[in-house]
């Protein structure tokens, strides 16, 4: 029996890849001649970069970069077991969770360490570049990472901006040099994994959605939109990629933008692009069963959620799908309808959270003996 277990991390508890091997023991449990294949996955998230090295025997390149308020930090990005393809999360680099609450502001943070990271991938000859965004501390559409990358910001007198750009200080460009644009980047792709559909400006935009969590007050999301709105036109004008009003422009503060139009990105399914990239139906090719699972499994699963990802690709191949959750909301059963064959829950009787994290690898081994016993009978039925 070829079983594929291709489940996503359950967050702050276990990596992809410490469930997928929770579910194999399971597994193991009732038969132990079973072919497990186990493929770490994410949606483009928090844990893509963990979960994308495990599934390809890639490693983490670790480097110090400048952070969202200029410290340094020290980031990380995958490099996968291809060679030719990074993985950089733009949080790593231009995280909110890098910038203490008190000094959290979007008018000074900029994504210039993201830039820094994606030219260090390029000195390692990769042909792809998967960014994933969203967690950013910023709103400077992406010209922190451009200029990290080599354009230059000129004022109205002509002048080369200096500091790294930030949103507080977008209206002070008037003009776009590509001259030093890293000319590598015409030579690799840059995928995005977004999965939110906001554009840069507006009521739905970088600012008026995103900044408050980021610490803008009401007169500061108005400049930035401001900001965005006039950065957004000078993009639209010199370069003639429309960003203003283009579906995920607006996340990671615009960075969706900057990535538009400075680095020719394609903005696509953070889900999706984890599934081509660990070849995922290439190797359910031949499964009796696929089993995936997250933290918790309810109906917003079925929406760009990892199960829901995986379950696309197995039932293009007819290969029926079990969902394990670390618990199962009361609409779980909504993921039905969206190739998700069956559902188990690791925890199954009243625990506090601490506990049920503490004892996940047993809980979920445990769910996957059930599912696999189940299995068992409904053979003998037939």
């Known amino acids: ?15 992809a890849l410490e469930v997928a091997q929770a579910i194999e023991a399971g597994v193991r449990r009732i038969d132990r001649r079973a072919r497990c294949i186990k493929v770490p996955m994410a949606d483009g998230g928090e844990g893509t970069v963990q979960s994308l090295i495990d599934a390809t025997g890639g490693r983490l390149v670790k480097k110090r970069v400048r952070g969202p308020l200029g410290a340094p930090v020290r980031a990380g990005y995958g490099l996968l077991g291809d060679g ?17 609450r008190a000094e959290r502001d979007p008018m000074r943070a900029s994504t210039w360490g993201t830039g820094e990271l994606m030219r260090d991938a390029l000195d390692r000859g990769v042909r792809t570049i998967i960014v994933g965004i969203g967690g950013s501390a910023t709103s400077d559409a992406g010209a922190g990472m451009a200029a990290a990358l080599g354009v230059r910001f000129r004022d109205r007198r002509g002048r080369v901006l200096r500091e790294p750009p930030a949103g507080g200080m977008l209206d002070r460009i008037a003009a776009i040099d590509l001259d030093g644009l890293d000319p590598r980047l015409r030579r690799v792709r840059v995928l995005v994994a ?15 959605v995103y900044g408050p969590q980021k610490g803008a007050s009401a007169a500061q999301v108005r400049r ?50 984890v599934i081509e990239a660990v070849d995922l139906a290439g190797r359910m090719r031949g499964a009796d069963l696929v089993m995936t699972g997250e933290g918790r499994v309810d109906f917003q699963t ?19 799908v079990i969902a394990i959750g670390g618990s199962l909301a009361d609409d779980a059963a909504g993921v039905f309808a969206h190739g998700i064959d069956g559902l188990e829950a690791a925890v199954v009787r009243p625990m506090d959270l601490d506990a049920a994290m503490a004892a996940a690898p047993a809980l979920i081994a445990d769910a996957a003996e059930r599912v696999l016993r189940l299995l068992r009978i409904g053979r003998r039925l037939r």
């Open 84 to 100: 030719a393809t990074a993985v950089i999360e733009m949080a790593q680099a231009s995280g909110l969770p890098l910038v203490p």
């Open 302 to 320: 079925a929406f760009g959620k990892t199960p829901a990802g995986v379950a696309r690709v197995a039932r293009r191949l007819r290969i029926p």
């Open 1 to 15: 029996m070829k079983i594929v277990i291709a489940p996503d991390s359950f967050k702050e508890c276990l990596t």
């Open 194 to 208: 977004c999965d939110v559909d906001n554009p840069l400006v507006g009521p739905r935009g970088a600012a008026a």
């Open 224 to 273: 930035l939109d401001a900001n965005l709105t006039r950065f957004g036109r000078l993009i639209e004008s010199a370069l003639g990629v429309p960003v203003l009003q283009r579906a995920g422009a607006g996340a990671a503060g615009g960075l969706g933008a900057g990535l538009l139009a400075f680095a020719g990105a394609r903005l696509r399914s953070g889900v999706g692009l």
